[in-house]
């Protein structure tokens, strides 16, 4: 009995001793992490349910309001180059989702399209929103349009950012960190090992334009996505991954203007995605930036928000009103 019990023991002090040396990460501390990645801006916001949404509403009070919202295992700060240039036009808030980084897990441990734009809308009225246009990029912009679908007289207007939705190319070459979240098995493994290099060479892969990747982003992509519940949230929410495209026959009934942008260099979602989109939408309009990846307002700030501020300023026709429906009288 003695001599299993200590081999058992010495298993066990081997498998600690290999995690240690494959890269064990422990999760952040949410103090040390508000102290960092938070800012003047930021406002933690209490929307029922037991969960509290890092936000920041920045930019001119009376303005024009600006939603953005950041695709997978990103954070609010994606947006702080739109927020630069459009801050003195433009009412823009910004958020992190369910699952992302300050905000943390979702209480319920729901990460479907309808947690997410319940979350969103949540929020949304708890700030007293009630008309707004709608950012997205990547899985953000998953979100957008699902929002679009439930809550289409909410919004002046859709962006989609190389938007999460069309059909998967099965020769896609995915950045690793995608590759271990979706993989079964070894994303139980990334709960405790997440080394830093995986998001530098995910971060890396996502993009064109490497002169954006900075050691203090690959930093804030890793200390984030290691945040008390994220990563559990990350496999949560990638076994539920083939639940996206449930609504996409449904992408014809948006008749919010709708503005499509992407880099025609994006590997996680190829560029066709644009025409996928511009087909399924009717009306939309359709910007490609050559040379550019996955994430055209960092790569491209000031080309991508000119575009957008462009867009936004246009006049559009009014949507016809519904026909009311009178009461019969008693």
Known sequence: ?????????????????????????????????KAKYASPASQFVD???????HVRDEGKRDGPVLVLLHGSNASLHTWEPWVAQ????YRIISLDQIGHGLTGPNPTGQYDG???????????????????????????????????????????????VDAAGPPDDPDKDLPIGFRIARTPGISKIALVITPRSVFERSLRGSVS?????????VDRYWELNRYPGNRAATGARFAQYGNRNRNTGRLGEIKVPTLI????????IPVN???????QIPGSVKIVYPGIGHIPMEEAPQRTAADLDAFLSRPFPSPPKQPSMALPRR
């Open 273 to 279: 995605g644009a025409d996928w989109f511009a087909a």
């Open 261 to 268: 942008l992407w880099g025609s260099e994006d590997k996680l």
């Open 114 to 160: 309808a947690a997410f734009v319940g979350t969103l809308d949540a929020l949304m009225n708890r700030l007293g929103v009630t008309r707004f246009a709608l950012a997205g990029n990547s899985m953000g912009g998953y979100v957008a349009w699902e929002y679009a679908l439930a809550h289409p007289g909410k919004l002046t207007h859709l962006v989609l």
């Open 1 to 33: 009995m003695k001599r299993a019990l200590k081999w058992i023991i010495g298993l066990l002090v081997a498998a600690i001793a290999v995690l240690f040396a494959l890269g064990y990460t422990p999760d952040t501390e949410p103090a040390a992490m």
């Open 209 to 217: 334009n490497q002169t954006m990747i900075t050691p203090a982003m």
């Open 47 to 53: 929307v029922g349910g037991g969960l509290t949404m």
């Open 86 to 89: 459009l801050k003195d036009k």
